[in-house]
T-cell receptor, first 114, second 112 residues
Framework: EPEVTQTPSHQVTQMGQEVILRCVPI?????FYWYRQILGQKVEFLVS????????KSEIFDDQFSVERPDGSNFTLKIRSTKLEDSAMYFC????????????FGPGTRLLVL | GDSVTQMEGPVTLSEEAFLTINCTYT??????LFWYVQYPGEGLQLLLK?????DKGSNKGFEATYRKETTSFHLEKGSVQVSDSAVYFC???????????FGQGTRLTINP
């Protein structure tokens, strides 16, 4: 069964450093998403991406964040200058279509900012 | 705004017990409703879904019915197993939207 994959599974970085989290969505899916879960809190939506542009983003997704589909298979989340409060589990998801279609999640990347 | 409220955890049951995890939601219109499960050390997996009122989603012995009148989507299983130990998330997806809204998650532990 096709699945969403994410790398790395864990990342430790120093405050102020840039990190790039990588995702490979399911191959025939057209919509891609990033969510995060700070320890002990709800899973929160960050951004959705379709047709090579952001289609929706939350207030969390400020100028420190960016997303990119650099080639036909990868989808990345970049945090330019990490803060302590960016420590969280980051989940990538994809769906075949938008507007109510089921989103399939990857296993997550646990980011720790020191 | 849209929101999901889940039963507070953690929940601890014995094997073969009956399980209910309550989930209620607030949304405009008619969202799709989902249960996701997160097993230890793994990501979020879709467990079941329902897209309209009175639909019943089911998978692996779990069931949930979309109740518009009570704005609920409670998760049930008749006889739980140790392997069901996980964190369960209720979520809604507003019609035509792309942003899933999650509940806070309920940690379930099943003892042999």
């Amino acid at each position: 069964e096709p699945e969403v994959t994410q790398t790395p599974s864990h990342q430790v970085t120093q405050m102020g450093q840039e990190v790039i989290l990588r995702c490979v969505p399911i191959s025939n899916h057209l919509y891609f998403y990033w969510y995060r879960q700070i320890l002990g809190q709800k899973v929160e939506f960050l951004v959705s991406f379709y047709n090579n542009e952001i289609s929706e983003k939350s207030e969390i997704f400020d100028d420190q964040f960016s997303v990119e589909r650099p080639d036909g298979s990868n989808f990345t989340l970049k945090i330019r200058s990490t803060k302590l409060e960016d420590s969280a589990m980051y989940f990538c998801a994809s769906s075949e279509a938008g507007g109510g279609e089921t989103q399939y999640f990857g296993p997550g990347t646990r980011l720790l900012v020191l | 705004g849209d929101s999901v409220t889940q039963m507070e955890g953690p929940v601890t049951l014995s094997e073969e017990a009956f399980l209910t995890i309550n989930c209620t939601y607030t949304a405009t219109g008619y969202p799709s409703l989902f249960w996701y499960v997160q097993y230890p050390g793994e990501g979020l997996q879709l467990l079941l879904k329902a897209t309209k009122a009175d639909d019943k989603g089911s998978n692996k012995g779990f069931e949930a019915t979309y109740r518009k009148e009570t704005t609920s989507f409670h998760l049930e299983k008749g006889s739980v197993q140790v392997s069901d130990s996980a964190v369960y998330f209720c979520a809604l997806l507003p019609r035509g939207a792309q942003k899933l809204v999650f509940g806070q998650g309920t940690r379930l532990t099943i003892n042999p």
